[in-house]
């Protein structure tokens, strides 16, 4: 059974500093290979791709709201991607989901979601 479970989020305020955890367990083949990815979704918004990280070759992709600011990394003995995000702004208040996109003769998992709330 898949499990992608987030973990990490909590209320900040503004400039602060938050590190999102989601450890994947269950997956058919080795974590390392998959790509793994971050979304948000705030309240009345449609869900947004917040970060990518590839498999080998391992590369990242930001979107442009979290380029500078954000940075998402693997640890593969731990089966955990993160995403670290610095200098918060209200405006990244939102739901934070773990995502593994589907590749061959895998589907795709998505994670129940942290809740990141950058407020004073």
């Known amino acids: 059974q898949v499990q992608i479970v987030e973990s990490g989020g909590g209320l900040v305020q503004p400039g602060g500093s938050l590190r999102l955890s989601c450890v994947a367990s269950?997956?058919?083949?080795?974590?390392?290979?998959?790509?793994m990815s971050w979304y948000r979704q705030a309240p009345g918004k449609e869900r947004e791709l917040v970060a990518t990280?590839?498999?080998?070759?391992?590369?990242?992709n930001y979107a442009d709201s979290a380029k500078g600011r954000f940075t998402i990394s693997r640890d593969n003995a731990k089966n955990t991607v993160y995403l670290q995000m610095n200098s918060l702004k209200p405006e990244d208040t939102a739901v934070y989901y773990c995502?593994?996109?589907?590749?061959?003769?895998?589907?795709?998992?998505w994670g129940q979601g942290t809740q990141v709330t950058v407020s004073s």
């Open positions: 269950g997956l058919r083949f080795s974590f390392s290979i998959y790509d």
């Open positions: 995502y593994v996109p589907k590749r061959p003769y895998s589907r795709d998992y």
């Open positions: 990280i590839t498999g080998p070759p391992v590369s990242t």
